[in-house]
Protein backbone atom coordinates (compact mmCIF):
# COMPACT_ATOMS: atom_id res chain seq x y z
CA UNK A 1 0.00 0.00 0.00
CA UNK A 2 1.52 3.38 -0.88
CA UNK A 3 1.98 5.89 2.16
CA UNK A 4 -0.11 8.91 1.76
CA UNK A 5 -0.12 12.00 3.67
CA UNK A 6 -2.73 14.76 3.85
CA UNK A 7 -2.03 18.06 4.86
CA UNK A 8 -5.16 19.67 6.12
CA UNK A 9 -5.39 23.69 5.83
CA UNK A 10 -8.88 24.52 6.50
CA UNK A 11 -11.40 25.83 4.27
CA UNK A 12 -14.86 24.39 3.42
CA UNK A 13 -14.60 20.67 3.78
CA UNK A 14 -13.76 21.18 7.34
CA UNK A 15 -16.59 24.11 8.26
CA UNK A 16 -19.51 23.39 9.91
CA UNK A 17 -22.13 26.02 10.92
CA UNK A 18 -21.63 28.11 14.03
CA UNK A 19 -23.80 29.49 16.49
CA UNK A 20 -24.02 32.71 14.55
CA UNK A 21 -24.95 30.95 11.47
CA UNK A 22 -21.63 31.00 9.80
CA UNK A 23 -19.40 28.50 8.42
CA UNK A 24 -16.15 28.56 10.08
CA UNK A 25 -13.25 25.33 10.14
CA UNK A 26 -13.96 22.81 12.51
CA UNK A 27 -12.72 19.72 11.62
CA UNK A 28 -9.15 18.63 12.04
CA UNK A 29 -7.59 16.53 9.26
CA UNK A 30 -7.62 13.37 11.97
CA UNK A 31 -10.98 13.46 11.99
CA UNK A 32 -11.68 14.49 8.02
CA UNK A 33 -9.06 11.18 7.15
CA UNK A 34 -10.40 9.14 9.99
CA UNK A 35 -10.68 5.32 8.65
CA UNK A 36 -8.75 6.37 5.52
CA UNK A 37 -5.27 4.60 6.76
CA UNK A 38 -3.56 7.70 6.07
CA UNK A 39 -0.71 10.14 7.96
CA UNK A 40 -2.41 13.26 8.52
CA UNK A 41 -0.54 16.95 9.60
CA UNK A 42 -2.85 19.67 10.61
CA UNK A 43 -1.24 22.53 10.06
CA UNK A 44 -3.71 25.15 9.50
CA UNK A 45 -7.33 25.74 9.76
CA UNK A 46 -8.62 28.71 8.43
CA UNK A 47 -10.93 30.00 5.24
CA UNK A 48 -8.54 30.15 2.16
CA UNK A 49 -9.28 33.95 2.02
CA UNK A 50 -7.43 34.41 5.19
CA UNK A 51 -4.15 32.80 3.72
CA UNK A 52 -1.73 35.09 2.93
CA UNK A 53 2.04 33.93 0.69
CA UNK A 54 3.84 33.20 3.93
CA UNK A 55 1.03 30.60 3.98
CA UNK A 56 2.03 29.39 0.26
CA UNK A 57 5.35 28.86 1.57
CA UNK A 58 4.60 26.69 4.81
CA UNK A 59 2.43 24.52 3.02
CA UNK A 60 5.21 23.84 0.52
CA UNK A 61 7.46 23.12 3.13
CA UNK A 62 5.00 20.77 4.68
CA UNK A 63 5.12 19.20 1.07
CA UNK A 64 8.93 19.08 0.95
CA UNK A 65 9.31 17.21 4.53
CA UNK A 66 6.95 14.79 3.82
CA UNK A 67 7.88 13.76 0.39
CA UNK A 68 11.69 13.49 2.47
CA UNK A 69 10.32 11.78 5.02
CA UNK A 70 9.08 8.93 2.89
CA UNK A 71 5.84 9.76 0.73
CA UNK A 72 4.51 8.09 -1.91
CA UNK A 73 1.75 10.83 -2.29
CA UNK A 74 0.35 14.43 -0.77
CA UNK A 75 -2.83 15.39 -0.35
CA UNK A 76 -3.69 18.70 0.62
CA UNK A 77 -7.04 20.24 1.66
CA UNK A 78 -7.96 23.11 1.02
CA UNK A 79 -10.50 26.09 0.46
CA UNK A 80 -11.89 26.65 -2.51
CA UNK A 81 -11.82 30.60 -2.88
CA UNK A 82 -8.12 30.28 -3.27
CA UNK A 83 -6.96 27.76 -4.32
CA UNK A 84 -6.49 28.13 -7.56
CA UNK A 85 -3.33 30.56 -5.84
CA UNK A 86 -2.04 28.12 -3.94
CA UNK A 87 -1.80 24.92 -6.37
CA UNK A 88 -0.20 27.44 -8.82
CA UNK A 89 2.28 28.21 -6.34
CA UNK A 90 3.23 24.69 -5.85
CA UNK A 91 2.90 24.06 -9.48
CA UNK A 92 5.76 26.59 -10.06
CA UNK A 93 8.14 26.13 -6.92
CA UNK A 94 7.65 22.10 -6.77
CA UNK A 95 9.93 19.78 -8.44
CA UNK A 96 9.61 16.14 -7.41
CA UNK A 97 8.19 13.25 -9.03
CA UNK A 98 5.65 12.22 -6.26
CA UNK A 99 1.83 13.18 -6.63
CA UNK A 100 0.89 16.54 -4.64
CA UNK A 101 -3.05 16.60 -4.95
CA UNK A 102 -5.20 19.02 -3.47
CA UNK A 103 -8.61 18.90 -3.00
CA UNK A 104 -11.68 20.46 -0.88
CA UNK A 105 -15.57 20.75 -0.86
CA UNK A 106 -18.48 22.88 -2.35
CA UNK A 107 -20.61 22.14 0.90
CA UNK A 108 -19.29 21.89 4.52
CA UNK A 109 -18.41 18.99 6.82
CA UNK A 110 -21.85 18.90 8.17
CA UNK A 111 -24.36 19.06 5.34
CA UNK A 112 -26.36 16.36 4.65
CA UNK A 113 -25.06 16.14 1.11
CA UNK A 114 -21.34 16.66 1.65
CA UNK A 115 -18.76 16.62 -0.90
CA UNK A 116 -15.75 16.85 0.86
CA UNK A 117 -15.71 13.03 2.10
CA UNK A 118 -15.77 11.78 -1.54
CA UNK A 119 -13.21 14.37 -2.94
CA UNK A 120 -11.09 13.43 -0.50
CA UNK A 121 -11.03 9.70 -1.03
CA UNK A 122 -10.89 10.91 -4.97
CA UNK A 123 -7.89 12.92 -4.19
CA UNK A 124 -5.89 10.03 -2.15
CA UNK A 125 -6.80 7.57 -5.03
CA UNK A 126 -4.74 10.40 -7.62
CA UNK A 127 -1.91 10.14 -5.00
CA UNK A 128 -1.55 7.02 -4.23
CA UNK A 129 -1.47 5.86 -8.30
CA UNK A 130 1.37 5.33 -10.00
CA UNK A 131 -0.01 7.18 -13.49
CA UNK A 132 0.35 10.11 -11.42
CA UNK A 133 4.23 9.98 -10.98
CA UNK A 134 5.38 12.91 -12.23
CA UNK A 135 2.55 14.74 -12.72
CA UNK A 136 3.37 17.43 -10.24
CA UNK A 137 0.57 19.14 -8.44
CA UNK A 138 -2.84 18.74 -9.26
CA UNK A 139 -6.26 19.31 -8.01
CA UNK A 140 -9.15 16.71 -7.46
CA UNK A 141 -12.47 18.02 -8.05
CA UNK A 142 -15.71 16.34 -8.15
CA UNK A 143 -14.30 13.51 -10.24
CA UNK A 144 -12.25 15.85 -12.18
CA UNK A 145 -8.21 15.95 -12.07
CA UNK A 146 -6.83 19.31 -13.48
CA UNK A 147 -3.44 20.97 -13.94
CA UNK A 148 -3.30 24.09 -11.74
CA UNK A 149 -2.33 26.76 -14.92
CA UNK A 150 -5.36 28.21 -15.52
CA UNK A 151 -7.70 27.02 -13.33
CA UNK A 152 -9.95 29.41 -11.82
CA UNK A 153 -13.01 28.67 -9.27
CA UNK A 154 -16.69 28.89 -11.14
CA UNK A 155 -19.77 28.17 -9.67
CA UNK A 156 -21.14 25.05 -10.07
CA UNK A 157 -20.86 21.99 -8.58
CA UNK A 158 -17.53 20.95 -10.74
CA UNK A 159 -16.53 24.43 -8.59
CA UNK A 160 -13.10 24.64 -11.08
CA UNK A 161 -12.90 25.39 -15.23
CA UNK A 162 -10.06 26.37 -17.46
CA UNK A 163 -7.29 24.37 -16.71
CA UNK A 164 -5.74 21.25 -18.12
CA UNK A 165 -8.13 18.01 -17.22
CA UNK A 166 -5.03 15.36 -17.10
CA UNK A 167 -7.44 12.77 -15.75
CA UNK A 168 -10.94 11.39 -14.11
CA UNK A 169 -11.83 9.58 -10.88
CA UNK A 170 -14.43 6.88 -11.75
CA UNK A 171 -15.29 3.99 -9.34
CA UNK A 172 -12.02 4.61 -7.28
CA UNK A 173 -9.74 4.50 -10.20
CA UNK A 174 -7.74 7.38 -11.76
CA UNK A 175 -7.56 7.31 -15.50
CA UNK A 176 -5.01 9.59 -16.93
CA UNK A 177 -6.20 11.44 -20.26
CA UNK A 178 -3.99 13.70 -20.76
CA UNK A 179 -0.13 14.91 -20.27
CA UNK A 180 0.92 18.13 -18.99
CA UNK A 181 3.99 20.31 -19.31
CA UNK A 182 4.77 21.16 -15.52
CA UNK A 183 5.89 25.33 -15.04
CA UNK A 184 8.35 24.58 -12.56
CA UNK A 185 10.37 27.60 -12.30
CA UNK A 186 12.28 27.08 -8.76
CA UNK A 187 12.46 24.55 -5.43
CA UNK A 188 10.84 26.37 -2.25
CA UNK A 189 14.23 26.57 -0.62
CA UNK A 190 15.19 29.26 -3.39
CA UNK A 191 12.09 31.32 -2.52
CA UNK A 192 12.62 33.08 0.63
CA UNK A 193 12.43 36.66 -1.19
CA UNK A 194 8.77 36.85 -1.62
CA UNK A 195 8.05 40.23 -3.30
CA UNK A 196 4.95 41.51 -2.89
CA UNK A 197 3.42 42.07 -5.82
CA UNK A 198 -0.53 44.23 -5.80
CA UNK A 199 -3.60 44.12 -8.10
CA UNK A 200 -4.72 47.15 -9.43
CA UNK A 201 -8.27 47.41 -11.32
CA UNK A 202 -8.76 49.47 -14.30
CA UNK A 203 -12.04 51.78 -14.92
CA UNK A 204 -13.59 54.71 -16.14
CA UNK A 205 -11.91 57.33 -14.37
CA UNK A 206 -9.28 55.77 -12.72
CA UNK A 207 -5.96 57.30 -12.32
CA UNK A 208 -2.66 56.48 -10.61
CA UNK A 209 -3.72 56.79 -6.86
CA UNK A 210 -3.58 52.92 -6.31
CA UNK A 211 -0.37 52.27 -8.53
CA UNK A 212 1.38 55.29 -6.59
CA UNK A 213 0.22 53.92 -3.19
CA UNK A 214 1.13 50.06 -3.49
CA UNK A 215 4.67 51.13 -5.70
CA UNK A 216 5.01 53.28 -1.99
CA UNK A 217 4.47 50.47 0.26
CA UNK A 218 7.12 48.43 -1.38
CA UNK A 219 5.67 46.73 -4.30
CA UNK A 220 7.98 45.46 -6.99
CA UNK A 221 5.41 44.29 -9.11
CA UNK A 222 1.75 45.13 -9.88
CA UNK A 223 -1.06 43.55 -12.29
CA UNK A 224 -3.62 45.89 -13.62
CA UNK A 225 -6.87 44.51 -14.72
CA UNK A 226 -7.75 46.13 -17.60
CA UNK A 227 -10.59 46.76 -19.36
CA UNK A 228 -11.48 45.13 -22.73
CA UNK A 229 -8.41 43.15 -24.58
CA UNK A 230 -6.22 45.26 -21.82
CA UNK A 231 -7.07 48.87 -22.30
CA UNK A 232 -6.84 51.59 -19.63
CA UNK A 233 -7.04 55.30 -19.70
CA UNK A 234 -4.54 57.68 -19.80
CA UNK A 235 -4.07 58.23 -16.46
CA UNK A 236 -3.26 54.80 -15.80
CA UNK A 237 -0.77 54.54 -18.55
CA UNK A 238 1.42 56.99 -17.96
CA UNK A 239 1.13 55.82 -14.14
CA UNK A 240 2.56 52.40 -15.61
CA UNK A 241 5.41 54.10 -18.03
CA UNK A 242 6.01 55.80 -14.50
CA UNK A 243 6.54 52.38 -12.52
CA UNK A 244 8.89 50.93 -15.14
CA UNK A 245 10.98 53.54 -15.22
CA UNK A 246 11.43 52.95 -11.74
CA UNK A 247 12.19 48.98 -12.31
CA UNK A 248 8.65 48.40 -11.18
CA UNK A 249 7.28 44.89 -13.16
CA UNK A 250 3.75 45.74 -14.40
CA UNK A 251 1.58 43.00 -16.14
CA UNK A 252 -1.72 43.36 -17.52
CA UNK A 253 -4.92 41.13 -17.55
CA UNK A 254 -8.67 41.71 -18.54
CA UNK A 255 -11.81 41.62 -16.33
CA UNK A 256 -13.27 40.06 -19.32
CA UNK A 257 -13.80 36.39 -18.79
CA UNK A 258 -12.90 34.39 -21.74
CA UNK A 259 -11.04 37.17 -23.26
CA UNK A 260 -7.26 37.26 -24.46
CA UNK A 261 -5.42 40.58 -23.01
CA UNK A 262 -3.28 41.82 -26.49
CA UNK A 263 -2.84 44.82 -27.99
CA UNK A 264 -6.12 45.21 -30.41
CA UNK A 265 -6.99 49.24 -29.38
CA UNK A 266 -4.59 51.85 -28.97
CA UNK A 267 -4.65 51.88 -24.90
CA UNK A 268 -3.58 48.46 -25.36
CA UNK A 269 -0.40 49.52 -27.60
CA UNK A 270 0.34 52.25 -25.22
CA UNK A 271 0.31 50.29 -22.19
CA UNK A 272 3.19 48.05 -24.28
CA UNK A 273 4.99 50.97 -24.94
CA UNK A 274 5.07 51.86 -21.60
CA UNK A 275 6.88 48.90 -20.72
CA UNK A 276 3.97 46.58 -19.12
CA UNK A 277 3.57 42.77 -20.11
CA UNK A 278 0.70 41.45 -21.54
CA UNK A 279 -0.67 38.32 -19.50
CA UNK A 280 -3.08 36.44 -22.54
CA UNK A 281 -4.68 33.83 -20.70
CA UNK A 282 -4.12 33.91 -16.87
CA UNK A 283 -6.78 35.28 -14.77
CA UNK A 284 -5.82 38.27 -12.49
CA UNK A 285 -5.25 35.81 -9.31
CA UNK A 286 -2.63 33.31 -11.27
CA UNK A 287 -1.33 36.42 -13.24
CA UNK A 288 -0.19 37.71 -9.69
CA UNK A 289 0.92 34.17 -8.57
CA UNK A 290 3.08 34.34 -11.78
CA UNK A 291 5.20 37.66 -11.21
CA UNK A 292 5.85 36.96 -7.87
CA UNK A 293 7.16 33.79 -8.97
CA UNK A 294 9.03 35.45 -11.53
CA UNK A 295 10.33 38.29 -9.60
CA UNK A 296 11.56 35.63 -6.68
CA UNK A 297 13.82 33.81 -8.85
CA UNK A 298 15.03 36.19 -10.62
CA UNK A 299 14.16 35.16 -14.15
CA UNK A 300 13.11 37.62 -16.92
CA UNK A 301 9.51 38.54 -16.32
CA UNK A 302 8.64 39.10 -19.96
CA UNK A 303 9.42 35.83 -20.50
CA UNK A 304 8.09 33.79 -17.92
CA UNK A 305 4.73 35.72 -18.23
CA UNK A 306 5.16 35.32 -22.60
CA UNK A 307 6.20 31.05 -21.45
CA UNK A 308 3.13 30.07 -18.89
CA UNK A 309 0.80 33.46 -18.70
Known sequence: ?????????????????????????ACSGEQLADG????VVDLLSVDSSELTPRDWQHIG???Q??????????????????????????????????????????????APDADGPGNLRNALTVAGSARAHDLGVVIC??????????????????????????????????????????????????????????IVSAYPGADSTAIDAYIAAGARGLVIEAMGHGNAGTAVVEAVRHATSRGIAIAITTRIAGVRAHAVYGPGYDLIDAGAVMVPTLRTSQARVLLMAALATG?????????WG
Request: hydrophobic letters at 45%; proline letters at 6%.
Open 1 to 25: MPRLVVIATGGTISTQRASDGALRP
Open 36 to 39: LGVE
Open 61 to 63: AAV
Open 65 to 110: SAVADGADGVVITHGTDTMEETSLWLDLTYGGTVPVVLTGAARSAD
Open 141 to 198: FAGAVIAPLGTTKMAGPQSFAGGTRVGTVVGGVFGQTATRERPYLGGVAALTDLPRVD
Open 299 to 307: LPVGDVLGR
